[in-house]
């Protein structure tokens, strides 16, 4: 039984632009800032979406770890790449401007990338990929975190959860956009679980002591006291291939961090060396690619399609319904809730509320 509250998405981001101009964004960013975080909720992934507007970024826009205006400097440029820094702002901003400017790249020169340094949180990667698919290119793009991943044979949290972000445009009426983690689960999804009272299933956190953890409020705890860590893609030890999640999320690290020169690992856990907040400097990289250059877009975009026709309709396991290919069950989510709103929990409702009475919006809440 679904209990949560359903709101429009009208009021949803009327609400959210509001309290990030109050917050000191300006307007044009915080529509960018409020659309992403919508954006996560359309897809269905409530991990990255309406959850965690207050947490995540008013709360550390409050704690000063976060600036409200983005000022974005450009560190370094040529035809086809460019470096900016973002100088701690709304990394949702920054990386919509670096997608962007890769997207104007790849138009001009078949090929764009935009690497950002000292940025924030940008909330879901897939939104950037399908900026490129929707306009008819391959988009990639990853982002490296706080430490959370412990690396194969090992118990401290070392890594992000640094996803590695693919979108492709396809003759369908939804593009392929695989947007995962590099862990098996990631920080905002046992995040999603402490709220809920919901226990994190076995296999995805490993305790200092190399057994699994399961208490996702504890976990939370124990993530930030360096107690627990998440495992890579795969899972714990060599068994089920855990080091090939650990060998994409280190490139990934790599990727965010030595184009642009800009901070990894232990640098990234938001915290100085006597413990106090800071910001977290974090990098992401924006892959465009035009596939213009290459055959063309409606042969690519058929190419891919019948790639995805192919799986789906291969053999399905005994009692299985169907097969689906990465995007599909977001663009489903995405037909039930354009009518019906945004679904929001009891926890995410009473931040609602205090950003409302904190912010003074005046705003009439539906719930």
């Not at 990667?125 to 008819?136: C, E, F, L, P, Q």
């Not at 990639?140 to 445009?169: D, K, Q, W, Y």
């Not at 800009?262 to 990098?283: A, T």
């Not at 037909?335 to 919006?361: F, S, T, W």
Request: glycine share 10%; hydrophobic share 40%.
């Amino acid at each position: 039984m679904d209990d949560r509250t359903y709101v429009s998405w009208e009021f949803i981001e009327d609400f959210m632009v509001s309290a990030f101009v109050k917050m000191g964004v300006p307007e044009a960013d915080a529509k960018i800032c409020a659309n992403v975080l919508m954006e996560s909720d359309r897809r269905g992934i409530e991990s990255h979406g309406v959850n965690r507007f207050k947490p995540i970024y008013i709360d550390r826009i409050n704690a000063g770890i976060q600036k409200p205006v983005t000022k974005i400097d450009i560190l370094r440029e040529t035809p086809t790449t460019a470096v900016f820094d973002a100088n701690d702002g709304m990394g949702m901003v920054a990386s919509h401007k670096a997608m962007q400017l890769a997207i104007e790249k790849a138009k001009k020169y078949g090929m764009g990338m935009v690497a950002v340094r000292n940025s924030t949180h940008y909330g879901i990667a897939g939104y950037y990929a399908t900026m490129a698919s929707d306009a008819g290119m391959i988009g990639i793009t990853g982002t490296n975190a706080r430490p959370s991943i412990a690396p194969t044979f090992g118990v401290e949290n070392m890594l992000g959860t640094n996803p590695l972000t693919v979108g492709l445009p396809t003759d369908e009426e939804f593009p392929f956009v695989l947007d995962c983690a590099t862990s098996i689960t990631q920080r905002g999804k046992i995040e999603y679980f402490a709220k809920i009272n919901k226990d994190t299933p076995s296999g995805m956190v490993v305790g200092r002591d190399g057994l699994p953890k399961t208490d996702s409020k504890q976990i939370l705890k124990d993530l930030v006291n360096n107690q627990a860590a998440l495992a890579p893609l795969g899972g714990i030890g060599e068994e089920l291939a855990g080091y090939k999640g650990y060998g994409y999320a280190t490139v990934v690290e790599i990727l965010s961090a030595a184009l642009q020169a800009g901070s990894f690992l232990k640098m990234l856990n938001g915290k100085d060396e006597m413990g106090n907040l800071m910001p977290y400097h974090l990098g992401h990289f924006f892959i465009a690619i035009d596939t213009e250059a290459f055959m063309g877009l409606e042969s690519f975009k058929k190419t891919a399609g019948d790639i995805l026709r192919d799986l789906r309709n291969s053999e399905k396991a005994p009692g299985e319904e169907r097969i689906y290919t990465a995007g599909e069950k977001e663009y489903l989510v995405w037909l039930e809730r354009k009518d019906k709103g945004v679904p929001l929990n009891q926890a995410c409702m009473e931040d609602i509320i205090n950003v409302n009475k904190m912010l003074d919006l005046k705003k009439t809440l539906p719930f």
